[in-house]
C-alpha cells in the first residue's frame, strides 16, 4: 500500500461534539454544532486505504490552526516524502534504534542526498522537506513524545556576518541546529549559475514550441499511463509571457487584463514596447511580484496586439462573465481564466508544463527544464541582442536587472559569462562554415 496526499477543501476545528444516545437502540450519534474556525484547504495524508496517517496530520493541522500558516503545502509534500520513505524501509515514524546510520532521520538524510546528486530533486526542495521532517519532530519532541532515542542531536554551528559598517566585519554569530541539516554543494559548473536557472538552448526551444505552439499537444503521464492531452490557449499565453517578457509564473496568473492595450501604427513598428508602455506590474492592482516591488517588464509589441485581440474574443469574455459573476468585490479579472471563470494559479501551470515536457522528452531524453527556466531562457536571448545592438554590458545588464527585477547583479553576471560563450562559440562556427564554402581557402 502507498501513501496519498489528500486535500480536504475547508477545513473546520472549534467546532461542539454533541453526542446522543437512541433511548431504543443504545446506538451512539455524534455530530458538530456551530460554526466553527474555518482553516481554508488542508492538504492530509492517508494510507490508500483511507487510514490517516495520524502523526502527519496532528502537525500539519498545529500549523494552520495554532500557528496560522496560510499554507501547508511544502510541509505536506515532505511529509508525503518522508512517509513513503518509512514505508519503503519498514519502520515507524517513531522507531528510533542506537545506531544513529539505522534511524530513519538520518536515513531520510541520506535519501534526500543520493536524489539531489542524481538530478531528481532540486537544492532547494531536499533543504526544505529535511527542514520540514526535522520541525515535525521538534513538534514532538515539545510534547514528550517517548522516543527510545532521539531523533537527531542538537549542536551549535558558527556563522560568519557581514555588514557595511567596520565593527560587523569578520564577527560571528552561534546559531543552535541539529546535526541533520543536509550541507549540499552549489551547483557553480555552469558560471556560477544554479542548475535550475539554467536556460534553454535554441534548439531544445525550437522543439519546445513546435510542441505549444503548432501540435498544441502534451503527454499526461498518470499511473504509469501516458494520454496525449491538448494544452489550452491561456497556457501558450504564460508560456510566452515567461518566454518573451521574462515574467514570473506567480507575476503571469495574477496579471490583469487590464495591462492589455491595442498597440498604435507608431508602437507597432517597434520590436519591443518599454517603460510607459511595457507591462506595469504594480502590487496595488493585484499582481504578485517578488518581495512586493513595483516595476514595468517589456513586451513585444506584436504579442501586445495578439493579447489585445485574445481579451476582445468570444472565449475570453465568456470566461471573464463568469468570474464577474463569481467575483461580487469588484476585482479586476486577471488575463489568465479557466473554462469555469477561475483564475489560473502556479500550480496549474506547472502541471501543464509538465505534460509540455513530457511530450519533449519525446524527442530529447534530457529535457528535464522547469517552467521558471523560460524566465532564464528570456534574459540570456534578450542580453545577446542588446550586446549585439552595440550596448555596452553595463548598460545591458541595467536595463535587464529593472524589467526582470532582479535584486542583486549575482545571477545577470552569471548569464553575461554565459551569453559571451555561446557569442563565441557562434562566430567560431560561422568562420568555420565560411572556410568549408570557400572551399579551405
Not at 21 to 31: K, Q
Request: proline share 4%; glycine share 6%; net charge positive.
Amino acid at each position: 500500500m502507498g501513501i496519498i496526499l489528500w486535500e480536504v477543501p475547508d477545513f473546520v476545528v472549534d467546532q461542539r461534539i454533541e453526542r446522543d444516545i437512541d433511548a431504543r437502540t443504545g446506538e451512539l450519534s455524534i455530530c458538530f454544532e456551530g460554526t466553527g474556525n474555518h482553516l481554508g484547504k488542508l492538504p492530509l495524508l492517508f494510507e490508500d486505504d483511507g487510514e490517516s496517517i495520524r502523526a502527519a496530520n496532528i502537525w500539519l493541522i498545529h500549523l494552520k490552526a495554532n500557528l496560522r500558516k496560510k499554507t501547508v503545502n511544502t510541509q505536506s509534500q515532505a511529509l508525503l516524502h518522508y512517509f513513503t520513505y518509512l514505508k519503503d524501509i519498514g519502520m515507524e515514524w517513531d522507531e528510533m534504534p542506537i545506531a544513529l546510520r539505522l534511524r530513519p532521520t538520518y536515513g531520510f538524510r541520506k535519501h534526500l542526498r543520493e536524489a539531489y546528486k542524481s538530478g531528481n530533486i532540486a537544492r532547494s526542495t531536499a533543504n526544505s522537506y529535511m527542514g520540514s521532517v526535522i520541525n515535525f519532530y521538534k513538534f514532538y519532541l515539545a510534547r514528550k513524545h517517548s522516543f527510545e532515542n532521539p531523533p537527531f542531536r542538537y549542536e551549535a554551528v558558527r556563522i560568519g556576518t557581514q555588514g557595511s559598517h567596520e565593527h560587523m566585519r569578520n564577527s560571528f554569530i552561534h546559531v543552535d541546529t541539529t546535526d541533520l541539516r543536509l550541507r549540499l554543494p552549489n551547483d557553480t559548473s555552469h558560471n556560477g549559475l544554479s542548475r535550475k536557472l539554467m536556460p534553454l538552448t535554441m534548439p531544445e526551444w525550437t522543439i519546445t514550441e513546435k510542441h505549444y505552439k503548432k501540435l498544441n499537444t502534451g503527454i499526461s503521464n498518470r499511473e504509469n499511463k501516458e494520454k496525449t492531452v491538448a494544452l489550452a490557449k491561456e497556457f501558450q499565453i504564460a508560456v510566452e509571457l515567461s518566454r518573451y517578457s521574462g515574467l514570473r509564473n506567480s507575476e503571469i496568473v495574477s496579471l490583469r487584463a487590464t495591462a492589455i492595450y491595442k498597440p498604435n501604427s507608431e508602437q507597432l513598428r517597434k520590436k519591443y514596447l518599454i517603460n510607459s508602455e511595457g507591462l506595469s506590474l504594480d502590487p496595488r492592482l493585484g499582481v504578485r511580484t517578488k518581495n512586493g516591488t513595483i516595476r514595468t517588464a517589456e513586451i513585444p509589441s506584436d504579442m501586445m496586439n495578439r493579447l489585445h485581440e485574445y481579451v476582445n474574443s468570444p472565449r475570453y469574455i465568456k470566461r471573464r462573465k463568469l468570474y464577474e459573476k463569481n467575483n461580487s468585490e469588484g476585482n479586476e479579472p486577471p488575463l489568465l481564466l479557466n473554462n469555469s471563470g477561475q483564475p489560473y494559479s502556479p500550480k496549474s501551470i506547472d502541471a501543464r508544463w509538465g505534460e509540455l515536457r513530457n511530450a519533449v522528452k519525446k524527442e530529447l531524453p534530457s529535457f528535464n527544464h522547469k517552467f521558471h527556466n523560460l524566465r532564464s531562457t528570456y534574459a540570456i536571448e534578450r542580453l545577446k541582442e542588446l550586446l549585439n545592438s552595440g550596448l555596452k554590458e553595463g548598460k545591458a545588464l541595467d536595463y535587464l536587472q529593472a524589467v526582470m527585477g532582479h535584486k542583486h547583479r549575482a545571477t545577470l553576471l552569471g548569464y553575461l559569462k554565459l551569453c559571451e560563450q555561446v557569442m563565441a562559440a557562434n562566430e567560431i562556427h560561422e568562420s568555420a562554415l565560411s572556410i568549408v564554402l570557400d572551399g579551405g581557402k
